[in-house]
């Protein structure tokens, strides 16, 4: 059997599933109430436990958020997940289980179980992007999740869009989490993005402008994924996606109006399908490619 | 055996090699010279039969400029070769050869010919960029060239890098390209890219400081790239690499600027090794890998 984790700040989501990938359990809980590493971990051991009957679980991934040593499957120093810095999680795993642990970047996670189970199957290259409070990625390169020659790659929120920009917490002048990471677009309004969001679908003039140069942004941005990367879909996902017939045809026609990317090669924009989902589904898959 | 041809709107080269890449003859003439499609297929075909031997060459790489046609081997309406519109250049090589034809990226070509045996050697994700007039590039993740789902992937010329930035060619606003892509910076200057590198080595010192510009945005670029792709290395070629010692200082700080790239992540940014032969050293590569 295989297992995926999906670690947020807010939850923790625990996927067993039988060797072919297929869901069979799914349990979540809230992070803060489990409190320390060591009781997430013996939380998520006793959980697996208990489902998995008479079988074996033979691969279990972590899907965390960044920055994460993959490695050697140490979680750094999560800005989401405060206290729990250079926690061994994966080792930690493996000894409670007795399973093989991988420890994976959460979004890299995100975006492989769109591409085998959600928006983005059928395709052989993808951009995954989760845009909420930050905005991460995964890139699908041929049919397979690229990670880098770090582990660090699909950090699609921190492409420069204007080296004049306003300066992001990750410490670059003008990247796109600058312009329109949910926090970004908060600490510049006095709203959160989903106050926005909702003063725009009521009609709100100035909320609506506010949407739409997101947007415009966010549609700059794929047409420099789209001529550096050249996929066949772009899958947007993450809190902000929600507002999709907001933000939607905005993306999807500044991407269209580069002259450089003709008609015959603009990749496709779809909204992603598996929701909070995603995460766990993905560490699932692979779960089963690392088994 | 195998034939590399690097079809550019000055010279046209062959390459021919034996079944294991081993370059044995190398021919140049001018594009211009040959006049028409039909004769320039003469021209390669004579060569690569006077050539080969006794031996048969079983598939030949043509490296030439975009927009291409990569499945159907055609040559659309490269600006660099007035002229040559729609021209089924791998159909014409192959009825001229009896071989295996196929029509590539030149940008492509030059970066995996330095991936294979270039400064890219013992990498696995490089991103190959060519800094000359235009800017294009090739990418290599996990050891193979990356064409992307329409074939065009690779274009780091054409990322968006200030979308009020001053308009390119390509039609696109503020992308790379239109900042310092070398006509552009001819437009701008009234000088030649040439001359401008000439006078800031000779200490003129506007002409230095419009040098560290180019190079601060070529170093904003490469922030944007590792962040999306996470390469082990940069490999920069064209004419302007040929100022080197001018350029990388600026290129490598401004990517080292960013507190997001941490040091244990950076890739390395490395002067291309092949110069002009980059391109039929890699069609050869590709003729190799699709034989």
């Known amino acids: 059997m295989l297992a995926g984790i999906d670690l947020g700040g807010t939850q923790v989501r625990v996927a067993l599933a039988r060797s072919d990938g297929n869901v069979i359990a799914s349990i979540k809980t809230k992070t803060p109430s489990l409190g320390t590493p060591q009781a997430m971990v013996d939380w998520a051991a006793a959980e697996i436990d208990r489902h998995r009957g008479r079988e074996k679980v033979r691969s279990i991934t972590i899907a965390a958020p960044g920055p994460i040593d993959i490695k050697r499957g140490v979680l750094v120093n999560p800005p989401n997940l405060p206290g729990w810095r250079n926690v061994p999680l994966a080792a930690m795993l493996a000894q409670a289980t007795g399973a093989k642990v991988h420890l994976a970047n959460d979004a890299d996670m995100a975006g492989l179980g769109e591409f085998h189970h959600g928006a ?23 049919g397979k999740l690229h990670r880098g020659g770090h582990g660090t790659a699909g950090e699609v929120g921190h492409m420069i869009i204007d080296p004049n920009g306003p300066l992001d917490a990750c410490g670059q002048r003008g ?36 949407v739409e140069r997101a947007a415009r942004y966010m549609g700059f941005a794929l047409i420099s994924l789209t001529n550096v990367i050249d996929p066949e879909m772009f899958v947007i996902g993450g809190g902000v996606s929600r507002s999709w017939s907001m933000i939607e045809p905005t993306i999807v026609e500044t991407l269209h109006s580069s ?33």
């Open 175 to 210: 990247c796109l989490e600058a312009f329109i990471g949910g926090a970004n677009i908060a600490r510049e309004t006095g709203h959160t993005a989903a106050e926005l969001f909702a003063a725009a679908a009521q009609g709100n003039r100035q909320a609506r402008m506010m």
């Open 259 to 291: 002259p450089f990317i003709k008609p015959a090669r603009r990749p496709r924009v779809r909204r992603a399908r598996l929701g909070d989902r995603a995460g766990q589904i993905g560490a699932v898959e692979w779960a089963r490619i690392n088994q």
């Open 120 to 142: 983005g199957r059928g395709t052989r290259n993808m951009v995954y992007i989760t845009w909420s409070t930050g905005i991460g990625g995964g890139l699908i390169i041929d």
